[in-house]
């Protein structure tokens, strides 16, 4: 299973932290991605992590605010996120990909971990 931690309300142009820890299985050779839902939209994939530690970005939005890291002997995965805006509101998700490059169908999710952005 995969289970989110690190969500707290926190002010516009702060950082938070999240991590994604795996249990039950190793993650070396998967790519692990974080996504975020808010409320009334659809689910929005973000980054992903590759087996080498390279970076799939999914959306424009978050390149040069967010960044994913991954620690396998924790079996863990990080999402910094950093100046934060109010539209960054939502719940966040980790997955594992299907394979090692971030490519495939995603698999295993963990249940979310909220993210509140206010003033």
């Known amino acids: 299973q995969l289970v989110e931690s690190g969500g707290a309300v926190v002010q516009p142009g702060g950082s938070l932290r999240l991590s994604c820890t795996a249990s039950?299985?190793?993650?070396?050779?998967?790519?692990l991605g974080w996504f975020r839902q808010a409320p009334g939209k659809e689910r929005e994939g973000l980054l992903c992590i590759t087996n080498s530690y390279d970076t799939v970005y999914y959306t424009e939005s978050v390149k040069g605010r967010f960044t994913i890291s991954r620690d396998n002997a924790k079996a863990t995965v990080y999402l910094q996120m950093n100046s934060l805006k109010p539209e960054d509101t939502a719940v966040y998700h980790c997955?594992?990909?299907?394979?090692?490059?971030?490519?495939?169908?995603?698999?295993?999710w963990g249940q979310g971990t909220q993210v509140n952005v206010s003033s």
């Open positions: 997955a594992t990909a299907g394979y090692y490059d971030c490519s495939g169908s995603w698999g295993l």
């Open positions: 039950g299985f190793t993650v070396d050779y998967f790519g």
